[in-house]
C-alpha cells in the first residue's frame, strides 16, 4: 500500500539556524515528488517537482533532494517569513499525488 | 493572473440542506480535483476530473457529488451534509502534464 510519512510533525527553530524536513515514502511507479508549502487558512503553493533519486532543486533558502526512500527539505538560514506547514506528496503510477500529513515550521526572530 | 477560485469562503449549514461549493480556474487546466483537510491529516481527495465530463472517485467520496460539464468548473455538491462533513476544503487544477497543481483559497465548511 502507497503510503508517505513526514516528520517531525513540528519544528520549532530559531532565525537562521538551519535544519531538515523529511519525508519517507512507499509509492509504486513513483512519477515525482511535490513539495508545496501552505500557509494558515489558505490553499498549497507549490514548490518543487523532484523526479528521480539524486535529484535536487533549489528555491531561495529551501533545497529538495529526493533518494528512492526519502525526500528531504533542507532550510537555510530561515527567516520568520518561511514559518508554515510544508507539504510532501509523491505522485504514483497512476498519476495520483498521496499526501502527507505536513511538517509545521515556526521560525522564531 | 492564473488562479482557482472558490465560493464561498466560509459557510455555516444545518444538517441535511443541501449545498453546492463552486470552483472554477482560467488556465484551461484539463484535471480539476476535490480535497478535504482535517487536523492532523493529510489531504485526502474527494473527486476528480481529468476533463469534461469525465469524473472519478478519490479516497473519500461517500456523501459528496461533483460535475463537470464545463472545462473551467468542478462544483462540490452535497446532497445531505451531516457534521462529520465539516471540514476545510480545497479545490485544485492541473495541466495534463501533471507538472504542479493550483489551489484554491479553500472553503471552511461547518455543519450544525
Known amino acids: 500500500e502507497d503510503q508517505v510519512t513526514q516528520s517531525p510533525e513540528a519544528l520549532r527553530l530559531q532565525e537562521g539556524e538551519s535544519s531538515s524536513l523529511n519525508c519517507s515514502y512507499t509509492?509504486?511507479?513513483?512519477?515525482?515528488l511535490f513539495w508545496y508549502r501552505q500557509d494558515p487558512g489558505k490553499g498549497p503553493e507549490f514548490l518543487f517537482t523532484l523526479y528521480s533519486a539524486g535529484e535536487e532543486k533549489e528555491k531561495e533558502r529551501l533545497k529538495a533532494t529526493l533518494t528512492k526512500k526519502e525526500s528531504f527539505l533542507h532550510i537555510t538560514a530561515p527567516k520568520p517569513e518561511d514559518s508554515a506547514t510544508y507539504l510532501c506528496?509523491?505522485?504514483?503510477?497512476?498519476?495520483?499525488?498521496?499526501w502527507g500529513a505536513g511538517t509545521k515550521l515556526i521560525i522564531k526572530p | 493572473e492564473a488562479q482557482v477560485t472558490q465560493n464561498p469562503r466560509y459557510l455555516i449549514t444545518v444538517t441535511g440542506k443541501k449545498l453546492t461549493v463552486t470552483c472554477s480556474q482560467n488556465?484551461?487546466?484539463?484535471?480539476m480535483s476535490w480535497y478535504r483537510q482535517d487536523p492532523g491529516l493529510g489531504l485526502r481527495q474527494i473527486y476528480y476530473s481529468m476533463n469534461v465530463e469525465v469524473t472519478d472517485k478519490g479516497d473519500v467520496p461517500e456523501g459528496y457529488k461533483v460535475s463537470r460539464k464545463e472545462k473551467r468548473n468542478f462544483p462540490l455538491i452535497l446532497e445531505s451534509p451531516s457534521p462529520n462533513q465539516t471540514s476545510l476544503y480545497f479545490c485544485a487544477s492541473s495541466s495534463r502534464a501533471r507538472t504542479e497543481a493550483f489551489f484554491g483559497q479553500g472553503t471552511r465548511l461547518t455543519v450544525v
Open positions: 488556465m484551461n487546466h484539463e484535471y
Open positions: 506528496a509523491p505522485m504514483d503510477s497512476n498519476y495520483q499525488l498521496i
Open positions: 509509492v509504486s511507479g513513483l512519477r515525482g
